[in-house]
């Protein structure tokens, strides 16, 4: 089992940046597939970009793709998400979440960190 910590989220205005944090605790980090959601007020929740356990492939969503970066470091238990040029529109709580090898659902959750971006 896994418990994730997310951590950098704040109120930035539009076209700055953001790093999102994600802690890990538990065995065997190196070993989840990890990826980064939102969800905005009222709509469900989006999936924006996952990493594999060995981060040799990433994925990004087009609606983030070019502005938003995943990366992971596995020595420090941590997945991050680089955010640029924000947009009011990618405000939300942003949540991160692992992924066990052979498993079709994500399944660890953390609790989330909001991200207010200002116009």
């Known amino acids: 089992q896994v418990q994730l910590v997310e951590s950098g989220g704040g109120l930035v205005q539009a076209g700055g940046s953001l790093r999102l944090s994600c802690a890990a605790s538990?065995?065997?980090?190196?070993?989840?597939?990890m990826g980064w959601f939102r969800q905005a007020p009222g709509k469900e929740r989006e999936f924006l970009a996952a990493?594999?356990?060995?981060?040799?492939?990433?994925y990004h969503a087009n609606s983030v793709k070019g502005r938003f970066t995943i990366s992971r470091d596995n020595a420090k238990n941590s997945v991050y998400l680089q955010m640029n040029n924000l947009k009011p529109e990618d405000t939300g709580v942003y949540y991160c979440?692992?992924?066990?090898?052979?498993?079709?659902?994500?399944?660890?959750w953390g609790q989330g960190t909001q991200v207010t971006v200002s116009s």
């Open positions: 979440a692992a992924q066990n090898a052979g498993s079709l659902k994500y399944d660890y």
């Open positions: 538990g065995r065997s980090f190196s070993r989840y597939y």
């Open positions: 990493i594999t356990a060995s981060a040799d492939y990433t």
